[in-house]
């Protein structure tokens, strides 16, 4: 039944890095307490969660397809408030991509801003990793 666990704990992480109102950080801390493997804890749900953040860059990418359309969220304004600061800071803002309610849409920016993938892949991978890695020692250190 291991597997069920980190597939579920993938497939959490990765809604999680979407739209989808899901909490990776309550799984894995629970799957922590549990005795799982934190290793492979935190590699699964950072594999997810990076992925979640690529389906976000590409949705940014294909943007411009659908913003005129009556059902897009987001209106002109809104947008270019956002481009202008993705262009101000940068793909460096990407290392804030694990912050709740601003690290989702700041992955589908770059994608407006055609981030390139590499560069993004590899700054979402530090910052969502991190993240983790730090959960993981404060729930062992605490328990």
Do not use: C, H
Not at 1 to 7: K, L, N
Not at 29 to 55: F, H, K, R, W
């Amino acid at each position: 039944m291991d597997i069920v666990v980190y597939a579920t704990l993938f497939a959490v992480a990765f809604g999680a890095a979407t739209i989808l109102p899901l909490q990776s950080e309550a799984m894995l801390a629970g799957l922590l307490l549990a005795d799982y493997e934190p290793v492979l804890l935190i590699a699964i749900a950072s594999t997810g969660n990076i992925l979640g953040s690529v389906v976000n860059w590409v949705i940014g990418r294909k943007v411009e397809t659908f913003r005129n359309r009556r059902w897009f969220p987001v209106n002109d304004a809104q947008l270019g408030r956002a481009q202008r600061w993705y262009q101000r800071y940068g793909k460096w803002s990407l290392l804030l991509s694990w912050v709740p309610l601003i690290g989702d849409p700041l992955t589908v920016i770059a994608g407006v801003m055609r981030e390139p993938l590499p560069t993004f892949v590899v700054l979402v991978a530090v910052a969502k990793t991190a993240r983790y890695v730090a959960l993981s020692f404060i729930v062992l250190g605490a328990g």
